[in-house]
């Protein structure tokens, strides 16, 4: 009996294809490898002889003349004892590994907290529900955090119906992907007349506001939220609501001062709204002191599709909704506040109802990022017009992904507190720590080992303590 190797049809296999060759019976020796051929060619039969191989009771490894586990050079399909592994198709070619997406493929797990978590997904991994052509990929990241601070309760002194005065001390963080720089507005009552207008702050994503597209369509939208007060100040109450519909909202009218647009007695019952929704979740303000997340998903499918000029400001004569709202048909509606209304992506509400510490004297304050992920058209010729892509079509893993995010509603997720986490933090701030970063990296590479190792070490619970473990 000649050796496999000197069979013409074992030629090109790889060594660890030749070890399992060289275990397994005789017998099968051929047809191992033509499937290891055909293998690497992307075709069905090979996946056939694989399973057809396994159904004979070899045993994982090799052992007592076993053919081992047969690896696919991408998503691994391990040939378990008595048959093939449970769940997989049989008829998906071994080609098809090399051509998926992450939004295309189920086996290719989603990172962090699904499809649509901003923070953790590139901005070339998106797909879409339909063809669009080419578009580059962009990301930009907001800041929010002047004016989060919690104040005092109050409410609206409201003359013409005594029964109606709501509580006026909240504050209200309305979040989702515009189409323009501002990717969040604070909202809150200034003073307590009903009819006066409201306060606001907009938030700006300075990489949006630098480099902006002619048009574009949103794909990701995440915020993180965390209460960093000192732990002697920290209570009160944060409400938490994706929302599903738009709502009409605005600041007074040429900026801080001017007429009414939303009065503080509207924004109050929005707010009401907002605390008696089946949707809306409540959190404690210590249970925030660590960083949680929502993801923003889609509400409004055809508008997720449909390019729409960047930060274009429109009259409110042209926006039908605002004469119901009965505002100044002359005033400028910007992207934001359009946006709202009607809205591609659910905006995130996050209310911060009135708190202020009786021992310290202050509100708690609080931290939001923003991560706003697009695809945008850019003039031709240039340089990030040449980094457009075409975007993979993949209605059916999208729609399940959105099924999944709907499914959560309201309810934040909590960032795990995992060594890798630990590690990129004891990196970036490794002239505070000193050599604790060697070990949180060290942490990092090598799991619980290196972990517990760490401990060991002399001052390794100090370290520890640093980095938040």
Known sequence: ??????????????????????????KDRATMARGYREQHNGRNKARNNFLRLGRRGVRRGG???????????????????????????????FGENWGQTPASNNNIAPRGFGYYDAFEHDPYSVATHMSI?????????????ADLITIPPANIDNPHDPGDQPEAGAKLLIVFPALGNTQAVLYWCDGTSAGGAIKTHSFISPQLKEDQPDNAIATRCSLRIRN?????????????????????????????????????????????????????????????????????????????????TWEQSVPASQLPWTAHAHWDQDLMIEPFTAGLHDPAYTPIAVLFEPFQASLAGVGNVYECSV???????????????????????????????????????????????????????????????????????????????????????????????????
Not at 9 to 22: E, M, N, S, Y
Not at 133 to 145: D, E, K, N
Not at 238 to 252: E, K, N, S
Not at 257 to 280: E, F, S, W, Y
């Open 1 to 26: 009996m000649p050796s496999h190797k000197a069979l013409p049809f074992f030629r090109g296999i790889t060594p660890k294809q030749d070890h399992a060759l060289a275990r397994a019976p005789a």
């Open 63 to 93: 052992r007592n003349g076993g053919i081992g586990n047969i690896s696919t050079f991408g998503n691994v399909s391990r040939m378990e004892p008595g048959g093939p592994r449970k769940g997989t198709q049989k008829n998906v070619a």
């Open 133 to 145: 052509g080419p578009a580059t990929p962009v990301v930009g990241t907001t800041i929010v955090s």
């Open 228 to 308: 960093w007060s000192q732990q002697v100040a920290v209570g009160g109450i944060v409400r938490i609501l994706r929302m599903t519909t738009g709502v009409a909202l605005a600041g007074p009218s040429g900026g801080a001062g001017g007429p009414a647009v939303t009065t503080n007695l509207q924004l109050c019952h929005l707010q009401d709204a907002i605390r008696v929704h089946k949707r809306t979740r409540t959190y404690g303000g210590e249970e925030l002191l660590q960083t949680c997340q929502k993801n923003c998903t889609v509400v409004d499918q055809s508008k997720a599709c449909w390019f729409a």
């Open 371 to 469: 991560r706003s992920q697009f695809l945008a058209h850019y003039a031709q010729g240039t340089m990030l017009a040449n980094m457009a892509i075409s975007s993979p079509t993949a209605p059916e893993a999208l729609t399940k992904a959105r099924d999944h995010e709907e499914s959560k509603g309201s309810v934040l997720e909590t960032q795990p507190s995992k060594i890798s986490q630990a590690g990129n933090w004891a990196w970036n701030h490794k002239a505070d720590i000193g050599n604790a970063a060697q070990y949180a990296m060290s942490a990092a590479r090598m799991g619980r080992r290196a972990y517990q190792g760490y401990q060991a070490i002399g001052g390794g619970a100090a370290g520890l303590a640093m980095l938040g473990i």
